[in-house]
């Protein structure tokens, strides 16, 4: 046993040297990012930042977080400034935790940071359940006080959610705060409501499933008309973005679909119908959909909203961030609306929601003026100035139809596929010789739910990943994201990060450079620089010229091909990156056996599968021409020893070996020492023979290592052991099965896709056969009792004629009975029905089915 001690010290000391080396890299990916990111060590442990508040003459960001509030200069992030602190008393914690919430929810988690003018900021918490507001002096950097000395507060219910973590959004226009978000401690009941301003005016949605149906609040904006160029008088609106379960589709399970609901900013409610009630509030479904494959895109989960050119709110669009409710695979989709879209929607027909036994009624009539519209020149001229001249047949039929019967449709921008996006905002930059919008190329800048930023150009239907840049040292979500003077600042809930937003200089090398030729941006050899060069429309072919000029001498259509090793019987997965929402498709060997999962490959390694497999995918061009296949990987699978193709699929790292050997080192001490202790069990056994019987004929009489153990099922393996997917830097996947062993290293960048369905099976061959003793000594055990009850009908038949046996005769009589117990089971239960006792009750009547 000293030698596989020390082999297992040595292994120990190995580890505790990675782990350092782990250690030590993370530091330095922090140390990058030291001048331009922040985190708890800067502010004494302040975290959980949920809101951004951003003050764009003074660069100073206001961050709302636990308990606190934090002012950074976006100018200089190193320059400290004390927390505003704004908790919670400690009776008031006790009250809450005694209604059954835990005592991290129980305090103030700022939500809600809005401008209110004159140098103040209106700040709202959840309180401990029970929301409130404050005003910051932002000159000061403190909340206001009342005359007792404490802070002046007011109720936020309405404003801000109760929950932590509960959906909600809120906006303000023209001084006034709308929200979206719970009215009540148990977060059901649910609201978009202009929450400030005077009290008559305050008016919510109606109570009814039709208005609002379960829904998830992400995203509000405010739609400000130009005053000089607003003809037709149509007022302000706000709009709000949200993910509701679907009423009007009758289907086995609950149906999400992603919404847009406009209201009007002059609406103060009805007369006597829709009192203190929205008049105008109108929702449409919002439709992410590619027409190819069919797929539809149905949970919304951020949106941003773009003025293109300034001062013309005609131009604004919504870039909506959406997944799906039926992938059961991480799936991201970016689709934008625009408001020229959803106002032809709002303007369109009414859906009829109420419905008979039988079929469809038909619509109403609807009446005039219009329901749902917003007050204009020609309503005032008809003599309605305000919503509560309007009759109540208008709003009856308002109150009765708020959805729309057609959707705003789009198509998307992109899909990703493995990765989970959060946040999502947008830049712009002109391609013409002139400032022509129509000639512009789009980035998005995308959050990860890994702390990562990633920046994809769009122009026309050309998707290109340019960058994927990880910001935090630990895999936190990104859940802000706001541009400011070619920055983007980057928040978590845990930390604060500053990056370059817009330039060719954020592109360091050619091929990235390269990438980015829509944008303008061109390779500099001698200043190994990027930086802007001719403006114009770029075509695809120049994309494809400059990374030809690179040092790889491959083209974006071109990728360098890989060589992966592999042995029979393996399953590969070969990754190939979609980009763009259009198709995928792969050129193979003939004989191949492969399942395609949308646009990566599964392989299953034969001899007749070896060779070359190539993914083509679809690229979109200028308007007015076709798309044109782009290679967008390329694979040889080449034969090699199953030992070495096994080691490259379990590897992955020398601390993954390291790992599997302590492992198998432990497994051969531990079982050193059981044959070591049943060993002595043995001799001991052997000292003492007279307990195999004697003691109590209801114990065991067969051992259970007297059943011979299975050896291990192949196809219990592969249940045992799901596959595991792991994506590497470069695209591709690594099948392994899954060990319940983590290393907590994700920076595991490389080529390797093998899983071997005829090899490690770990320790599960051992748990198969301890299952198999196990059921060995329950049937001992049932034997057991069987044979000690039927000794015991025999000695009271017999009246105890026949007396126990000595100790030393039973000692000698164990084999015989083992050898004789089949037959003396014969006629068991015929004797055991003379009994009382063992006579079964009578059968049960069968069921009846329900009519139900």
Known sequence: ?????????????????????????????????????????????????????????????????????????????????????????????????????????????????????????????????????????????????????GVRMETGKGKCPFEPTQHYTAVMAGGILYTAATSNFLGTLFDISRATGQE??????????????????????????DEDNNPTGDDDKIYFFFTEVAKEYDLYTKVKVPRVARVCKSDVGGMKTLQRRWTTFLKAQLVCEDRASGQRYNILTDVFTAQHTPGDPSSTHFYGLFTSQWEHEELSAVCVYSLSDISRVMDGPFKELRKTCENWINPEPVPTPRPGQCLNSALRAEGFESSLKLPDK???????????????????????????????????????????????ATVLHLGTDRGELHRVAVVGQNTTLLQEMPLFPTQEPVNNILLHKGQALVGSPLYLARVGAEGCSLYSSCEVCALARPLGCVWRAKEESCSPGKTGVIQGEEVQNALRLCDSGLGHCSPAQKELRVSLGLRVLL????????????????HRRTRQHHSDLEVTVTEESLGIYTCHCQEGVQAGKESHPCIRASYQLTLESPSVGSAVALSGGRHVLAVYILCFSIGVAFGGFLLYFLSKRCRIGQRHPDHSLSSEKGRDLLGS????????????????????????????????????????????????????????????????????????????????????????????RRGGERGRPEEGERGGEGDDEDEGLGEGLGGLEEELAGFTLFKLPAPLAQCEESSI
């Open 705 to 796: 290592s007297a059943t011979p153990q299975s050896p291990s099922s192949a196809s219990l393996l592969s249940e045992g052991f799901p596959l595991t997917e792991k994506r590497t830097g470069n695209g591709t996947l690594l099948l392994t099965h899954h060990h319940n062993n983590s290393n907590g290293h994700h920076g595991n960048y490389g080529v390797g896709v093998a899983y071997d369905s005829n090899r490690g099976n770990g320790g599960y061959a051992n748990n198969t056969n301890s299952n198999t003793a196990v059921t060995s000594a329950t049937s001992s055990v049932a034997e057991g009792l069987k044979l000690h009850i039927h000794e015991t009908s025999m000695d009271e």
């Open 1 to 149: 046993m000293r030698a596989p001690g020390g082999v297992i010290f040595w292994l120990l000391s190995v580890l505790c040297s990675l782990s350092r080396s782990w250690m030590a890299s993370l530091s330095s990916l922090g140390g990058r990012h030291l001048n331009n990111m922040l985190g708890p060590k800067n502010y004494n442990g302040v975290a959980n930042f949920s809101t951004f508040l951003l003050d764009r003459s003074s660069g100073v960001l206001f961050l709302g977080a636990k308990d606190a509030i934090l002012a950074v200069d976006t100018n200089n992030l190193a320059q400290k400034s004390a927390p505003i602190v704004w908790d919670v008393p400690d009776d008031k914690k006790k009250s809450c935790m005694a209604k059954g919430k835990t005592e991290g929810d129980c305090r103030n988690y700022i939500r809600l940071l809005e401008f209110i003018g004159d140098g103040q900021i209106y700040a709202c918490g959840t309180y401990a359940f029970d929301p409130q507001c404050a005003f910051l002096n932002m000159s000061s950097l403190s909340l206001e006080r009342g005359e007792d000395g």
């Open 394 to 440: 208008v709003l009856t039929f308002m109150r009765d139809h708020p959805l729309m019967e057609n959707s705003v449709i789009a198509a998307p921008l992109l899909v990703r596929r493995g990765i989970t996006y959060t946040k999502v905002a947008v830049t712009r930059t002109a391609m013409g010789l002139e400032a022509d919008q129509n000639n512009a």
């Open 200 to 225: 008559q005016e305050r008016i919510r949605t109606e109570r009814s499933i039709n208005w609002l149906s379960d829904p998830e609040f992400v995203s509000s904006a405010f739609i400000q008309q």
């Open 575 to 590: 990754s190939c990156v979609q980009v763009s929402p259009l198709p995928c498709t792969w050129e193979h060997p003939p």
